[in-house]
């Protein structure tokens, strides 16, 4: 093997591992692994772990942070869920563009210090439009994308489409 052919080869394995080094995250000694986002709405979650852990992955995959308030005890909550699983169009705008966090509000747990970081949140479920940094960008109630006892589909899918440009 000719020495430019060798230095070529061993200047590109070092790129690669340099490349790979600075990519793959490491946690910091002493770190715990990070739970997954909530898929539901849970009392016992801490949201602002949740939101530190959302924040990374819109940071890592370019995209926004969708916080869904609400709980299990809203009829809107639950027809959020039922209607993103109805619409696999809708669902994929949303999960390619947001990372869907769901911050539990209710008796048992308000989360009223978390929550006042944002405006005043009236009826629920309500929507925040976050950037990968965690600036607000967007605060949605989620009334005016309602459809008679259901979700509005237009609505729904312009709201998601301009959040993604703000």
Known sequence: MARSQFLW????????????????????????????LPTGFDAARDPAQDLAA???????????????????????SRAMDRFFGAQPELKRIRDANFVLLKVNFSKENPNAAFLARWPKIVDYPHLFVLDADGRLLH??????LEAAKDYDLDRFRQFLNSSTLR
Not at 9 to 36: K, M
Not at 54 to 76: K, Y
Request: a positive charge; glycine letters at 6%; charged letters at 20%.
């Open 9 to 36: 080869r061993c200047s590109r394995r070092r790129f690669v591992a340099l490349a790979c080094a600075l990519v793959v995250p490491f946690p910091a000694s002493g770190a715990t692994e990070t739970r997954p």
């Open 54 to 76: 959302a924040l990374r992955i819109a940071q890592a995959t370019r995209r926004r942070v969708l916080v869904q308030v609400g709980g299990d005890w809203s009829t809107w």
């Open 139 to 144: 605060s949605q109630a989620s009334a005016p």
